[in-house]
């Protein structure tokens, strides 16, 4: 009889770093999470929400996006695939992948992508004082 482990059912966490080239100026949180969004709906259909995927840091043109570890390959075609945003043309380059959003930090961007510049995690930190 083969049993199967807890570790296998729990959803693991990724972190997929990446970088934005290609555009004349940085671009707005509001609009990249809105791209990733729109994206992941149109790839993924009814799995979107069960796949996690959100944008955890970004500073302009580096970021972070968070899903689970069973979407890390559909997450980075998600990224892959975006090449306009309000009409401009960009593209976006996954760099790595880690288990950790320190890791992932330290390793790809060396420490530039702050949690205290994440205004998502502001507003967060807020609500539980």
Not at 30 to 46: G, H, P, R
Not at 48 to 58: D, E, M, N
Request: with cysteine; charged share 35%.
């Amino acid at each position: 009889m083969l049993l199967v482990s807890n570790q296998s059912k729990r959803r693991r966490h990724r972190y997929i770093g990446f970088v934005i080239s290609g555009n004349n100026g940085e671009i707005g949180r509001e609009q990249i999470k809105k791209a990733i969004w729109e994206k992941t709906k149109e790839m993924l259909k009814d799995e979107a929400k069960q796949s996690g995927i959100r944008l955890t840091r970004f500073n302009g043109r580096e970021g972070i996006v968070h899903c689970y570890h069973l979407y890390k390959d559909e997450t980075i075609k998600i990224l892959n695939s975006i090449n306009r945003i309000d009409g401009r043309a960009i593209s976006i380059k996954t760099v790595g992948t880690s288990g950790t959003i320190k890791a992932l930090n330290r390793k790809f961007f060396q420490g530039r992508l702050k949690k205290s510049d994440d205004p998502d995690f502001l507003k967060w930190l807020s609500k539980r004082r």
